[in-house]
């Protein structure tokens, strides 16, 4: 869809800083998420130390995308060592917005990075969850394997209640990463189902324990990931 035409069906809004809408604000910080993230490893700049200039230009490549070098802020470089790099950024996105009629709230339809094409909400939260769920299910395996571990050495599973507890069992004898909680921020849920057998539960995107977007990983129930 062209500019004009998005104009003509719907309102579109260059937004740098978003304060009054909690949705708007919501849906930017998982945008943004993903800009930083693609950014936390920049191999190709090798100078000792980054510079605001080089993390913009690796910002404004992201997707191909020719962004405005004054729509991307520096704000702060937060870790930076020389193999890797942490760095706050704003960047202006744009977000179309659409309503069924004159009397209907507004929703967010699309949001787009300079000059790429529009990008469904529906699919940057897809995409976000997505590697959210990968997230977890590698810190689950992680655990899998110190729980595994500790079971191969004192003959049954941790009797842990909860994931802290866990983790305290087997960081750092029996694992080299402490892994606590999910892709959403969330405490992994620690269920022993017998001697020798575990349970690893995510409540998922929602937050919610029981729901169809649960991570699962059950290690006696085959199909488990």
């Given at each position: 869809m062209?500019?004009s035409?998005?104009?003509n069906?719907s309102?579109t809004?260059i937004?740098?800083?978003?304060?009054?809408?909690a949705?708007?604000?919501f849906?930017?910080?998982r945008a943004l998420?993903?800009?930083l993230?693609?950014?936390?490893a920049?191999?190709?700049?090798?100078?000792?130390?980054?510079?605001?200039?080089d993390i913009?230009?690796k910002?404004?490549?992201?997707?191909?995308?020719?962004?405005i070098p004054?729509a991307?802020?520096?704000?702060?470089?937060v870790?930076?060592?020389e193999?890797s790099?942490v760095a706050?950024?704003?960047?202006t996105l744009?977000f179309q917005?659409k309503?069924d009629?004159?009397n209907?709230?507004?929703?967010?339809?699309?949001?787009?990075?300079?000059d790429?094409?529009?990008l469904?909400?529906?699919?940057l939260?897809?995409?976000i969850n997505e590697?959210?769920?990968?997230?977890?299910l590698?810190?689950?395996?992680?655990l899998?394997d110190?729980?595994?571990?500790?079971?191969a050495t004192n003959?049954?599973?941790p009797?842990?209640?909860?994931i802290?507890?866990?983790t305290?069992?087997l960081?750092?004898?029996?694992m080299?990463?402490?892994?606590?909680?999910?892709?959403?921020?969330?405490?992994?849920i620690y269920?022993?189902?017998g001697?020798a057998?575990?349970?690893?539960?995510s409540?998922?995107?929602?937050?919610?324990?029981?729901t169809?977007d649960d991570v699962?990983l059950?290690?006696?129930?085959?199909g488990?990931p």
């Amino acid at each position: 869809m062209s500019l004009s035409d998005a104009k003509n069906r719907s309102r579109t809004c260059i937004l740098l800083d978003v304060n009054t809408d909690a949705t708007l604000a919501f849906l930017m910080k998982r945008a943004l998420y993903l800009l930083l993230i693609a950014c936390v490893a920049l191999p190709a700049c090798t100078s000792a130390r980054l510079s605001h200039d080089d993390i913009r230009q690796k910002i404004a490549a992201i997707g191909q995308s020719s962004l405005i070098p004054d729509a991307i802020e520096i704000r702060r470089i937060v870790s930076d060592s020389e193999t890797s790099a942490v760095a706050e950024a704003t960047v202006t996105l744009a977000f179309q917005l659409k309503r069924d009629n004159p009397n209907a709230e507004w929703r967010i339809e699309a949001v787009r990075l300079g000059d790429r094409d529009w990008l469904s909400m529906d699919e940057l939260l897809t995409a976000i969850n997505e590697g959210r769920r990968g997230q977890t299910l590698q810190g689950m395996q992680q655990l899998q394997d110190g729980i595994e571990k500790y079971r191969a050495t004192n003959g049954s599973v941790p009797a842990a209640k909860n994931i802290v507890t866990l983790t305290d069992t087997l960081y750092p004898a029996y694992m080299k990463v402490l892994v606590r909680e999910d892709g959403w921020g969330n405490e992994i849920i620690y269920e022993p189902t017998g001697n020798a057998t575990f349970r690893l539960r995510s409540r998922g995107a929602d937050g919610q324990l029981g729901t169809p977007d649960d991570v699962v990983l059950d290690p006696s129930r085959p199909g488990s990931p």
